[in-house]
């Protein structure tokens, strides 16, 4: 009788963790998209022992065509970048579409994902 309920119990953890899943975004990353693309603001992530702000200071736009091909940040950080079927892993203050800023590699950014912040003078690591 007891594996029985045990197995009921567990079937309804994991039914309740799926549908919390997949209505949530990365919950370690911040993400930017849609109508925030472009704009001047401001995202929380996680560091080594707090949480910082990073700002987006800038962006660069699609030289033949809509949408953003690069962005400047006002501090480190480390992210993912897609852009069409593309996804590029990175860490810095600036990022920038390594086909350029025009043609038809130079797909725009579909969404950031800012996963951590890092102080100026802390060492980063690559993904």
């Known amino acids: 009788m007891r594996p029985y309920l045990l197995v ?4 309804g953890c994991a039914a309740d963790a799926q549908v919390d899943m997949g ?4 919950p370690i990353c911040t993400r930017v998209e849609g109508k925030d693309l ?3 603001l401001t995202v929380h992530v ?4 707090t949480v910082r702000g990073i700002t987006f200071r800038s962006w660069q736009p699609k030289l033949d065509g ?3 091909v690069g962005f400047e ?3 480190p950080a480390a992210y993912m970048v897609k852009a069409d079927f593309n996804f590029f892993y990175d860490e810095g203050t600036a990022w920038q579409n ?3 800023a025009e043609g038809s590699l130079a797909f725009p950014i579909e969404y950031v ?15």
Do not use: K, N, S, W
């Open 73 to 75: 940040l006002d501090g």
């Open 98 to 100: 390594p086909f350029g």
């Open 66 to 68: 809509e949408g953003y």
């Open 113 to 127: 994902d800012v996963c951590e912040a890092f102080a100026e003078d802390e060492p980063t690591t690559q993904f």
């Open 38 to 40: 472009g704009e001047r």
């Open 46 to 49: 996680r560091a080594i022992d």
């Open 23 to 26: 209505a949530q975004a990365d």
């Open 8 to 11: 009921i119990a567990l079937a």
